[in-house]
T-cell receptor, first 116, second 111 residues
């Protein structure tokens, strides 16, 4: 079974600075999907960024980018120019390829605090 | 367009009571998922549907948990004879291809 590990329960960053959240995963599959979701205190889970494992190029979405290291099974999230609104729980998630289980396997999350 | 909606947003139940949680997915989304999120934890998979077919219910913790999606749209998660350990946020998500979009969740408190 696949597992996802987020080794940083809490992180903090100064406004306008850059922060990197770590995620590692364990799988025997060669193709899969990886996601970062953000969950503010209101609890609505919002998709931040996604990556298909067969793509070597790292995904980017405005201030958010990932460092995908397939051999190391690592999928870290970098937030540039941090804003107060970025404060939330961040969850890394894994999904098997098409034809396999469509469920998401989540890590335990990292709580990000942004200091003004 | 409208996102995933869930009702009720909050539910307080007495131990032993039955509860029903509703999920309205994004229109046209084929797949629908239920997750359970305990306080301070990541969501854990319960079950998923493709249209009206329940393809995976491996995450349902006991036979007190039952989910249905009879017409391939709205889904209901039912918990019978609730217990205190059922207290959690229940999240619903829907997807068309491979990205899941989540609803706001239902916070269930069993006293």
């Amino acid at each position: 079974a696949q597992t996802v590990t987020q080794s940083q329960p809490e992180m903090s960053v100064q406004e306008a600075e850059t922060v990197t959240l770590s995620c590692t995963y364990d799988t025997s599959e060669s193709d899969y999907y990886l996601f970062w979701y953000k969950q503010p205190p209101s609890r609505q889970m919002i998709l931040v960024i996604r990556q298909e494992a067969y793509k070597q190029q790292n995904a980017t979405e405005n201030r958010f980018s990932v460092n995908f290291q397939k051999a190391a099974k690592s999928f870290s999230l970098k937030i540039s120019d941090s804003q107060l609104g970025d404060a939330a729980m961040y969850f890394c998630a894994y999904r098997s390829p098409q034809g396999g289980s469509e469920k998401l396997v989540f890590g335990k999350g990292t709580k990000l605090t942004v200091n003004p | 367009g409208a996102g995933v909606s869930q009702s009720p947003r909050y539910k307080v139940a007495k131990r032993g009571q039955d509860v029903a949680l509703r999920c309205d997915p994004i229109s046209g989304h084929v797949s629908l998922f239920w997750y359970q999120q305990a306080l301070g934890q990541g969501p854990e998979f319960l079950t998923y549907f493709q249209n009206e077919a329940q393809l995976d219910k491996s995450g349902l913790p006991s036979d007190r948990f039952f989910a249905e999606r009879p017409e391939g749209s709205v889904s209901t998660l039912k918990i019978q004879r609730t217990q205190q350990e059922d207290s959690a946020v229940y999240l619903c998500a829907s997807s068309l291809v491979w990205t899941q979009y989540f609803g706001p969740g239902t916070r269930l408190l069993v006293l």
